[in-house]
């Protein structure tokens, strides 16, 4: 589970990190995604969530991923329901509170097609931090005494070598590819993020291959303006794409709120019969499209005026 | 978990000026302290730490799992999780999710704030499974903060009272309480922390000392001690001298409802 440290340092040797132009395609970046990776998903819940590129995994009929993420929103639904990912790592798994528990969540799990690999949320945050440490542990003082302890794998208790305390200790977590969505980057990858970080930059530190979705790309004389902003390092990024409302139907920061009303949609057509209802879902959003564009436009354009309004809102008085 | 909860005594039949998550609220509230530093879940446990900021709290510092210090959320714009760009409305700072859990594990967090979908006696908590964890009947989302929240701060737990979710044993224990009781939950690793308040719609409960068993505090106006026991699926002892809480005011009840015009927490 644990990644050996000098192949960690090998797969990094290996990787092209000069200051170079890595800007692509939606589908030239799934290339860079081979069946059965690690994943990691920026963002938390239905926030930053890196949804165009998977949406453009979905759509390349990748297969066999295991993918982890602080907590997971309707995007481990659409994992589960394409057979991107039969097993998601995460410490939360539904829609949102507001629209109660997952009903394909419940539907995969339950009938046993598919795993939820169940951690605290510091432990999701701790290993993806020593996997960016480059040590192979954390200690940390939860999920002790609890039942999620027991069915983690790979998680075990010592006795501290000062103290004499028992602490947990939670393995790093490595991730083969990270896919980030942020507000903006250069060419290069270097990303400036705005607002909540989530466990975003450790995330892009612990993995072995960084794909950045962003809202815009801007010049990389813009980002030297301002270099204490930039939260991710052009040396760990591999590509970037931009795309637009890439978060949608998820939150972006400063620039649109959840698109609600289809947050409601996606409940209604998955609360009766979830297998059919993703079905649908996938084959109205994911694969009937003939663009990303087209993907929004299905969406609806009085969604989107109404995420975004609310959505820069935040910056106002 | 088949059994449907029986009410005996509706406590809001004689007072139907609030629904019963108001009234969670309203009794949550109260119990949050000017100048404390609550963590606090989406839902009764956010509605409860504005009201409490609003009031008798003016000094009161959220911290919210997505990363967010002291924030002053927006009537009527409440987030729909933690996470989202509304949390951080005003805040004073912006960490990362690791980061703010980190501080909960430094010791800078005085209140644990949650609600709960199952509780046992010693005041654990589950939101994973209903059933055998090996094939649920029902697979909850999960932890989330909570497990961090419950193992590492003085804990209020905000809940409908009912006898489904008051059980003898939780099916699983997603959120340590005091484990099997007595020290056993310094035994398992952690020596901090530990359930402070259960606030129900029928009461408020504490824990004994020694025992670490659940016991009831106060009850709310016109609760009879028949009902706790009508509801709760273990032994929860009433003192006789049981304290009888004061039913909400109107502007605690009023500012709820500028909080959440939707009803989206207060239905």
């Given at each position: 589970m644990t990644q050996s440290y000098l192949d960690l340092r090998q797969k990094t040797r290996e990787r092209d990190r000069s200051l170079r132009d890595k800007v692509m395609s939606l589908e030239e970046a799934a290339k860079l995604v081979p069946d059965g990776a690690s994943v990691a998903l920026g963002g938390c819940t239905a926030s930053r969530t890196p949804m165009a590129m998977l949406w453009a995994l979905i759509r390349a009929r990748k297969t066999g991923l295991t993918v982890s993420r602080s907590i997971m929103s309707t995007e481990g639904d659409l994992l589960y329901a394409s057979g991107l990912s039969r097993h998601i790592i995460t410490s939360w798994f539904s829609q949102g509170i507001v629209w109660g528990v997952s009903k394909v969540m419940r539907a995969y799990t339950e009938s046993h097609r598919a795993t939820f690999e169940e951690w605290s949320h510091m432990a999701m945050g701790l290993r993806y931090r020593a996997g960016a440490m480059g040590v192979p542990f954390m200690p940390m003082r939860s999920m002790m005494g609890s039942g999620v302890v027991d069915r983690a794998p790979g998680a075990r208790t010592m006795e501290c070598p000062f103290t004499g305390e028992t602490l947990l200790l939670v393995p790093a977590l490595n991730p083969d590819v990270a896919l980030i969505h942020v507000q903006r980057c250069d060419a290069y990858g270097n990303a400036q993020l705005d607002g909540l970080s989530f466990m975003d930059i450790d995330i892009a530190m612990a993995a072995n291959r960084v794909i950045l979705t962003t809202e815009r790309i801007v010049s990389n004389d813009q980002i030297r303006r301002h270099p204490d902003q930039t939260k991710i390092g052009f040396f760990t990024v591999d590509a970037v794409v931009e795309v637009p409302f890439g978060s949608a139907p998820h939150e972006c920061y400063g620039l649109y709120e959840p698109f609600y009303s289809h947050m409601d949609l996606y409940a209604q057509m998955t609360a009766k019969d979830p297998d059919k209802g993703a079905a649908e879902y996938l084959e109205r959003f994911h694969y009937e499209p003939k663009d990303w564009a087209d993907y929004l436009s299905r969406i609806g354009m009085a969604e989107l005026l109404d995420a975004q309004r609310r959505g820069s809102g935040i910056y106002d008085d | 978990?088949?059994?449907?909860?029986?009410?005996?005594?509706?406590?809001?039949?004689?007072?139907?000026?609030?629904?019963?998550?108001?009234?969670?609220?309203?009794?949550?509230?109260?119990?949050?302290?000017?100048?404390?530093?609550?963590?606090?879940?989406?839902?009764?446990?956010?509605?409860?730490?504005?009201?409490?900021?609003?009031?008798?709290?003016?000094?009161?510092?959220?911290?919210?799992?997505?990363?967010?210090?002291?924030?002053?959320?927006?009537?009527?714009?409440?987030?729909?999780?933690?996470?989202?760009?509304?949390?951080?409305?005003?805040?004073?700072?912006?960490?990362?999710?690791?980061?703010?859990?980190?501080?909960?594990?430094?010791?800078?967090?005085?209140?644990?704030?949650?609600?709960?979908?199952?509780?046992?006696?010693?005041?654990?908590?589950?939101?994973?499974?209903?059933?055998?964890?090996?094939?649920?009947?029902?697979?909850?989302?999960?932890?989330?903060?909570?497990?961090?929240?419950?193992?590492?701060?003085?804990?209020?737990?905000?809940?409908?009272?009912?006898?489904?979710?008051?059980?003898?044993?939780?099916?699983?224990?997603?959120?340590?309480?005091?484990?099997?009781?007595?020290?056993?939950?310094?035994?398992?690793?952690?020596?901090?922390?530990?359930?402070?308040?259960?606030?129900?719609?029928?009461?408020?409960?504490?824990?004994?000392?020694?025992?670490?068993?659940?016991?009831?505090?106060?009850?709310?106006?016109?609760?009879?001690p028949q009902a706790i026991k009508d509801n709760t699926g273990f032994e929860l002892p009433v003192p006789a001298d049981v304290a009888v809480t004061e039913v909400p005011g109107d502007v605690e009840l009023a500012i709820l409802r500028e909080l959440d015009p939707a009803r989206l927490y207060t239905a």
């Amino acid at each position: 589970m644990t990644q050996s440290y000098l192949d960690l340092r090998q797969k990094t040797r290996e990787r092209d990190r000069s200051l170079r132009d890595k800007v692509m395609s939606l589908e030239e970046a799934a290339k860079l995604v081979p069946d059965g990776a690690s994943v990691a998903l920026g963002g938390c819940t239905a926030s930053r969530t890196p949804m165009a590129m998977l949406w453009a995994l979905i759509r390349a009929r990748k297969t066999g991923l295991t993918v982890s993420r602080s907590i997971m929103s309707t995007e481990g639904d659409l994992l589960y329901a394409s057979g991107l990912s039969r097993h998601i790592i995460t410490s939360w798994f539904s829609q949102g509170i507001v629209w109660g528990v997952s009903k394909v969540m419940r539907a995969y799990t339950e009938s046993h097609r598919a795993t939820f690999e169940e951690w605290s949320h510091m432990a999701m945050g701790l290993r993806y931090r020593a996997g960016a440490m480059g040590v192979p542990f954390m200690p940390m003082r939860s999920m002790m005494g609890s039942g999620v302890v027991d069915r983690a794998p790979g998680a075990r208790t010592m006795e501290c070598p000062f103290t004499g305390e028992t602490l947990l200790l939670v393995p790093a977590l490595n991730p083969d590819v990270a896919l980030i969505h942020v507000q903006r980057c250069d060419a290069y990858g270097n990303a400036q993020l705005d607002g909540l970080s989530f466990m975003d930059i450790d995330i892009a530190m612990a993995a072995n291959r960084v794909i950045l979705t962003t809202e815009r790309i801007v010049s990389n004389d813009q980002i030297r303006r301002h270099p204490d902003q930039t939260k991710i390092g052009f040396f760990t990024v591999d590509a970037v794409v931009e795309v637009p409302f890439g978060s949608a139907p998820h939150e972006c920061y400063g620039l649109y709120e959840p698109f609600y009303s289809h947050m409601d949609l996606y409940a209604q057509m998955t609360a009766k019969d979830p297998d059919k209802g993703a079905a649908e879902y996938l084959e109205r959003f994911h694969y009937e499209p003939k663009d990303w564009a087209d993907y929004l436009s299905r969406i609806g354009m009085a969604e989107l005026l109404d995420a975004q309004r609310r959505g820069s809102g935040i910056y106002d008085d | 978990m088949t059994t449907e909860p029986v009410r005996t005594a509706p406590p809001l039949a004689a007072v139907p000026a609030y629904t019963a998550s108001e009234l969670l609220a309203v009794m949550s509230a109260r119990l949050l302290k000017d100048g404390q530093t609550v963590f606090a879940g989406v839902g009764i446990p956010l509605l409860a730490a504005i009201l409490a900021q609003k009031t008798h709290a003016p000094g009161l510092t959220i911290l919210f799992e997505g990363g967010v210090i002291g924030p002053f959320v927006e009537a009527g714009k409440l987030p729909p999780s933690t996470n989202e760009q509304r949390c951080t409305r005003r805040a004073n700072m912006l960490v990362s999710i690791t980061e703010v859990l980190l501080m909960l594990q430094r010791g800078y967090v005085d209140v644990g704030f949650m609600g709960g979908a199952q509780i046992d006696r010693f005041g654990n908590l589950n939101s994973s499974f209903i059933g055998d964890a090996d094939n649920p009947k029902i697979r909850l989302p999960g932890t989330g903060g909570g497990n961090d929240i419950a193992s590492l701060a003085d804990m209020i737990v905000a809940m409908k009272h009912e006898k489904r979710r008051f059980v003898e044993k939780v099916d699983f224990i997603t959120s340590p309480g005091f484990v099997d009781g007595s020290d056993s939950r310094a035994r398992a690793g952690l020596p901090a922390g530990g359930m402070f308040r259960v606030v129900t719609d029928l009461g408020i409960m504490g824990f004994d000392e020694a025992t670490k068993a659940m016991t009831v505090v106060a009850l709310h106006p016109g609760v009879t001690p028949q009902a706790i026991k009508d509801n709760t699926g273990f032994e929860l002892p009433v003192p006789a001298d049981v304290a009888v809480t004061e039913v909400p005011g109107d502007v605690e009840l009023a500012i709820l409802r500028e909080l959440d015009p939707a009803r989206l927490y207060t239905a």
